[in-house]
């Protein structure tokens, strides 16, 4: 395993991200823990030390399930990462109540890093106004030694990263932002890392493999890629551009299953940074990778929990962007298996899920294109 310093810690520079563990039917709220507590173990004992989770991962089942899964080995051998959920507003009068239930969720007592969760346009205001209180009780909890390292998750543009960066006193010590070789364009993940670099701030990466989207890729991709590092997969180009982009100390990963594990840790065994021309010819791919037309989603499933009609708004945006690639025709008859009540079509454009999206995805505008693509009516 490869390690980064930060501030004297040796952190694994491949972390775990708890927002994809295994999950029973398919229901999101629902882990396996015994598949999802192989996963958690097999990666700490590959030389994983990160573990990060959230409030709402899962349902809210995510703390507890990795707080359990670790709950035998000592706690001073790994490092805990947790998050306020200000993404949601109805959360920003309740960061003392949260905080408490996280600790109890998590059966600790302190986090080594904690994050403002998901800063965007939507919440910043919210989240930076005083009169909820929230960076003041996040510092006093640092202070407490409740907190050892705060910092902020970002999926804003990079003026409103930078904004809070300001406000952050200079004592936001790290931050979390989307970066792979797709979004070093279309998201302006390379304004952000210069941004951070030229602040000295530390570099967390999340969706490195775009929500799996950069698993698999197309043949013609790969054989470009073949072609300068034939012993690569798609997974492991993903994660060399990561360990090329300066100023990044931990990357996380979701990972569903102890095979993914392995897979990545054969990969985290060794530094590969590309070099200018392979990095050149990866970025020149990312921008050139998706179809005009299809929407950002990375399966966070924040959207999912809002929705009044119960709509799997993330398979159903996966499809619709299957849709622009492939046509219709190729999605039609997945879409005929899916309950009328639960198709596209359902949407009742009450907004609920676009508030929440840190893509900032126009959801019930896609769901209602994507209603019109397949010929059918609410």
């Known amino acids: 395993m490869i390690y980064r310093d930060f501030k004297g810690l040796k952190l694994s520079g491949l972390g775990l991200g708890n927002m994809r ?24 004992e590959g030389g994983v030390n990160y573990f990060d989770t959230a409030y709402g991962y899962h349902g809210g089942t995510s703390e507890a399930t990795v707080g359990r899964a670790l709950a035998d080995v000592p706690r001073d051998s790994y490092y805990l990462a947790d998050k306020f959920p200000g993404f949601s507003l109805e959360n920003v009068s309740r960061v003392r109540e949260i905080f408490e239930e996280q ?6 007592d302190h986090f080594d890093f904690y994050l403002f969760h998901n800063i965007y346009e939507k919440n910043i205001d919210m989240c930076l106004d005083p009169q909820y209180g929230i960076m003041d009780y996040l510092l006093e909890q640092k202070r407490a030694g409740r907190i050892r390292h705060l910092g902020f998750s970002c999926h804003g543009e990079p003026r409103t990263l930078e904004r809070f960066l300001d406000a952050g006193r200079g004592e936001l010590e790290f931050c979390q932002i989307q970066l792979n070789y797709v979004d070093w364009s279309l998201q302006h993940a390379r304004e952000k890392v210069e941004l951070l ?50 100023g ?41 990778l998706f179809a005009k037309g299809t929407v950002p989603c990375t399966a966070c499933h924040y959207c999912v929990s809002k929705c009044p009609q119960g709509l799997d708004i993330p398979r159903l945006l996966r499809l619709y962007n299957e849709a622009v690639y492939s046509g219709v025709p190729a999605v039609s008859g997945t879409i005929k298996e899916i309950s009328p009540d639960k198709q596209p079509g359902a949407c009742i454009s009450c907004h609920s899920c676009a508030a929440v999206c840190p893509q900032n995805i126009e959801i019930p505008e896609t769901l209602a294109k994507f209603t019109e693509m397949l010929g059918t009516k609410e």
């Open 21 to 44: 563990l295994p999950v029973i039917d398919g229901d999101d709220s629902r882990i396996d823990y015994e598949k999802a507590a192989a996963v958690i173990r097999r990666a700490y």
């Open 103 to 108: 600790l109890q969720r998590c059966a600790t």
């Open 248 to 288: 990044v100390t931990v990357v996380l990963s979701g990972m569903g299953s102890v095979e993914q594990v392995e897979d990545n840790l054969a990969t985290w065994s060794e530094d590969r940074p590309l070099n200018e021309r392979e990095f050149a010819a990866l970025t020149e791919i990312g921008r050139n």
């Open 197 to 246: 670099n030229s602040r000295g701030i530390p570099i967390w990466v999340m969706e490195g493999v775009r929500g799996g989207r950069l698993v698999d890729l197309p043949a013609e991709t790969m054989d470009k890629l073949k072609a300068l590092r034939p012993e690569e997969s798609a997974v492991s180009w993903a994660f060399r551009f990561l360990q090329s982009v300066p």
